[in-house]
């Protein structure tokens, strides 16, 4: 990664639309092998992480989560939430943005809106789950919960492990058409289905992706049989699970970070001790993946401050070319750093130099003018 050292004070700032066009320009299905790279050279240095589960704010509708972590040369943290009935007034259930910082200064390198990058990092994540614990040849996924995450997790599922089928299914048709609709010409069969057991029938990969604060049952027992791969990403807050515990007592179970996960995964149904394997494990060749082909394994994702760090990392990287972003004047920078007051003093003297004194009232902008 190149940092640039100067000017200080203005940081990247990657918007939503800068964010769009860096996607576009680089082409949703390219981001996401290429995020996945990095998330996945990212879980085999998991040791240079400082890990910590993230810090949440609950409330009777969601959640507000921070989400830190550093691995010495850089710091990042994600402000994010999780409201699902925001969609009925027309608002995101997961929105999110996020700060990378140099760990030597301090002085953030980038800021960026995380919701879009969210939805990717989750869907390369998964692939990376899936690539690693699927049943090899897997070609069909079910897909229960047709939300924001649901075209990229498809999308990210044809370009890792290679699955060519997608299954849909949501108690809101409309979620299904949408996602029908925008995933039409994408280069995989697409294929409504009347309900969650027809959507996952036979489907060697089933992804959970279903937003609802309660103790779910997304999968019934009976809907799952051996030798799947389930990817569970929906449950993931203390009350809000998607899976029936008997499947997850049947299941093998990775991981993202396991004190996070105990709280708020699936295996909060289940015993603290109940054995769990760390993903990173797998993808370091540490452990191994599903032990046989008549396994369940059962990826319980919650969304891990690592896979954050990943994805900024892999925008810093992208947008040192093209329009991609725009600098902010975030951070002070006194000429002299312990002269943080002389600086407003010399912006007020140069301001009221530039305003006649008659009109220089508390109505006017100061900050306008910069401490060169
Ligand atoms: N694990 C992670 O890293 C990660 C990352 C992002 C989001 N999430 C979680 O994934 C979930 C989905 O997020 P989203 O942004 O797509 O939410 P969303 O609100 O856009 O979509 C959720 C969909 O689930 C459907 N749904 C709700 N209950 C259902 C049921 N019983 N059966 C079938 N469909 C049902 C809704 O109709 C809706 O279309 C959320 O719970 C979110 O917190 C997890």
Redesign the pocket.
Known sequence: MQITAKPLSSVPFVSVDHMMKLVLGIGVERFLIELAGYIEDDYRRWQDFDKTQRVAAHSPGGVIELMPTSDGRFYSFKYVN?H?KN?RSGK???AAFCVLADVETGYPVLLSELTIL??LR?AA?SAVAARHLAPKGSRTMGM???????EFQAIAFKAVPGIDTVRL????PA?TEKAVRNLAGSGRKVVPSRS?EAAVEGAQIVTT????KQH?T?LGDNMIGPGGHINA??G??PG?TEVHPDILRRAEIFVEYLPQTRIEGEIQQLATDHPVIELWQVVTGATRGRSGADQIALFD???FAIEDFSALRYVHDRITAGPFSERLDLVADPDEPRDLLGMLLRARARNEAAVPARRCNSQERLADVSDE
């Open positions: 999780g699902p969609a995101q259930t997961v969210t939805a989750t994540k229960i919960g047709n939300g924001a995450q649901c299914y949501d108690i809101d979620a969650g992706c279903t937003a609802d779910g997304i990403i929906g993931d807050c809000k994702s919650v969304g």
